[in-house]
Nanobody
């Protein structure tokens, strides 16, 4: 089954925290890279963070020091811990998988990723 299902979004005040989860099918989770993307109203989808099969991570400059991506291989689940949230973080957040990249992540461009979840909304009020 090819499936990615996000959860954990919601509404939070500036400075608060949320933890997003992405439950993946065994097949989708077995790919070389998992990532989080977001799309705010009126803007293009952008890469937030990704993690490869060995736990190597990369982050967009806008979230470094505040967000942490991780994966639990026993549960086939991807996480995004978001701390010190800002109004600018308001967006629909998507989980995605990039399947064949030699064990590494590609860059954080959406076109490099093969499978996508439906998204979970994060709203940060200031």
């Amino acid at each position: 089954q090819v499936q990615l299902v996000e959860s954990g979004g919601g509404s939070v005040q500036t400075g608060g925290s949320l933890r997003l989860s992405c439950e993946a099918s065994k097949y989708t989770y077995s790919g070389d890279c998992m990532g989080w993307f977001r799309q705010a109203p009126g803007k293009e989808r952008e890469g937030v963070a990704n993690i490869d099969s060995n736990g190597r991570t990369s982050y967009a400059d806008s979230v470094k020091g505040r967000f942490t991506i991780s994966r639990d291989n026993a549960r086939n689940t991807l996480y995004l811990q978001m701390n010190s949230l800002k109004a600018e973080d308001t967006a629909m957040y998507y989980c995605a998988a990039a399947m064949l990249w030699g064990g590494y992540c590609p860059d954080r461009t959406p076109t490099s990723f093969d499978y996508w979840g439906q998204g979970t909304q994060v709203t940060v009020s200031s």
